[in-house]
């Protein structure tokens, strides 16, 4: 027998096997990866193992005295660490089975083994071990820190509020947007359906994810699907799931997105562009609390609530028959309607200003400024795309300046003339909401704007052309925003 302590910080492997030349083999074919100790018979490995820890277990299966299942079955019960490996020359199901079951055997090998096998299985075997050992210490650490992770999901909600909460929603002061938000901010507290109103890119899912964070489902799940996206033969299989076979490639069973976002909310975007079989299979969902995964025999309960948006009109597709007006008044328990860009002019600069300092960063210019000429021919322009269109018109002015400043020179040639993608002339949009001094107020800064641009910034041409004086050109300048 070895010395009972070994020489290194290898992983230590214990040969049993009452032959010396099967010995000597295993312990040739080992020595290089690991520390290898050698007995002739149960009880000598039985006095090492009590001398010393091991990780893995090579024994004979028949051996003088008692047969290796025996001697392992005690091993299972006195060093349950250890990892056991059977040897054996025989192939007797009746030891197989036996040892499997009785002695918790890792492997059964084999005689005559190959080297490379050998070493192969006792590798695993000593990784098997290393994560069996990680797996307890982890579960001993998720029982004796329950506080520990709960402060640190109670972090996590809170930094996820702060960055979708309704005060993360830009506007400026006295926007249309404060009675939606006030509005949303009462609903949320409910556990009712929404809908969310608006033309594309004016924010819908940021209103959605507040109302979320201002929920009582704020630690659950908050799951986006974007109806118009998917096809209308994998819809079914997205938002409900399916079970292996239930179609060509449908290679394990999926969990829909009901079922990813029980306990949580569900944000159905675009959802007035569904087709009437799948609003059927919506309906029952909503109706019922559960789902059917496509192929499935059994329907699975959900718990979700349910928040659409869409930029049609979904009263008057539920007149022409595209839409059943069941599931409208399903989804629509409160509707939310988002204005578009143009009818909230003011909120332009503060978003703006707010997407200049995001995209920069993302681009890698951070410090990047918006001065007031720039600001105010953004305003000048009423943004068909919404908020969408004015960020990709930033990011696209950011990254064809140079310096940090944000010029109007950069900007495309449509959003300088006032024009929509498609060429038409869009200056004359007028706010559909406001009071008649903040209305005028936007058709004179067009005014201005446009009548600047044309002489080039120069204040006495234009205040020439304008009927103005110089210093009387200024000042309208000024409390419109038009002048650094």
């Known amino acids: 027998m070895n010395p009972p302590a070994p020489t290194d910080a290898l992983p230590t492997v214990l040969v049993v096997d009452d032959e010396v030349r099967s010995q000597d083999a295993m312990r040739r074919t080992l020595d290089e990866d690991f520390t290898v100790f050698t ?63 009785e002695a918790g055997i890792y492997q059964y090998i084999l005689k005559p083994w190959a080297p490379d096998h050998l070493l192969d299985s006792v590798r695993n075997a000593v990784e098997a071990q290393a994560l069996q050992r990680q797996t307890r210490r982890l579960d001993l650490e998720l029982r004796t820190a329950t506080g520990v992770l709960r402060q640190r999901t109670a972090t996590q909600i809170d930094r996820a509020r702060a960055s979708f909460g309704f005060e993360r929603i830009v506007r400026a002061d006295g926007s249309p947007l404060d009675a939606v938000c006030a509005l949303a901010q009462r609903v949320a507290r409910y556990d009712i359906a929404a809908l969310v109103l608006g033309e594309s890119g004016t924010g819908k899912e940021l209103l959605a994810r507040a109302i979320h964070y201002a929920s009582p489902r704020l630690s659950g799940p908050f799951v986006v699907e974007n109806c118009a996206a998917i096809p209308e033969t994998l819809i079914e299989s997205e938002l409900f799931g399916h079970k292996r076979g239930a179609f060509t490639g449908a290679y394990e069973d999926t969990p829909g997105l009901f079922q990813r976002a029980h306990g949580g909310t569900v944000f159905l975007d675009e959802i007035g562009d569904t087709s009437p079989a799948f609003q059927v299979k919506l309906l029952r969902v909503l109706q019922e609390g559960e789902v059917r995964p496509v192929g499935g025999a059994r329907p699975v309960p959900v718990d979700v609530r349910v928040l659409a948006a869409t930029h049609r009109d979904l009263e008057q597709r539920v007149r022409e028959g595209l839409f059943r007006e069941d599931l409208y008044y399903r989804i629509a328990g409160v509707t939310l309607t988002v204005p578009p860009l143009r009818e909230r002019v003011a909120d332009i600069a503060p978003i703006a200003r707010r997407l200049v300092q995001d995209v920069a960063a993302e681009l890698g210019h951070p410090g990047a400024s918006l001065p007031d000429e720039a600001l105010a021919c953004l305003m000048a322009y009423p943004w068909p795309g919404n908020i969408r269109e004015l960020r990709n018109e930033i990011a696209r002015a950011l990254a064809l300046q140079d310096g940090r400043e944000l010029t109007a020179a950069a900007f495309s040639g449509r959003v300088l003339q006032g024009r929509g993608a498609a060429g038409d002339d869009l200056r004359p949009a007028i706010p559909q909401s406001g009071t008649l001094a903040q209305r005028l107020d936007v058709i004179e800064a067009m005014v ?28 309208k300048m000024q409390r419109l925003g038009l002048e650094k």
């Open 39 to 101: 007995a002739s018979s149960a009880d000598e490995a039985r006095g090492l193992l009590e001398r010393q820890p091991v990780s893995v277990i090579l024994c004979d299966q028949r051996m003088p005295g008692m047969t290796g299942v025996r001697f392992l079955k005690e091993v299972r019960e006195r060093w349950p660490d250890a990892v056991r490996i059977v040897i054996s020359g025989y192939t007797d199901s009746e030891d197989i089975i036996a040892g499997i079951n």
């Open 448 to 475: 201005l704007r446009e009548t600047l641009q044309r002489h080039r910034w120069n204040k006495t041409r234009a205040a020439q052309e304008l009927g103005l004086s110089r210093v009387g050109l200024r000042g």
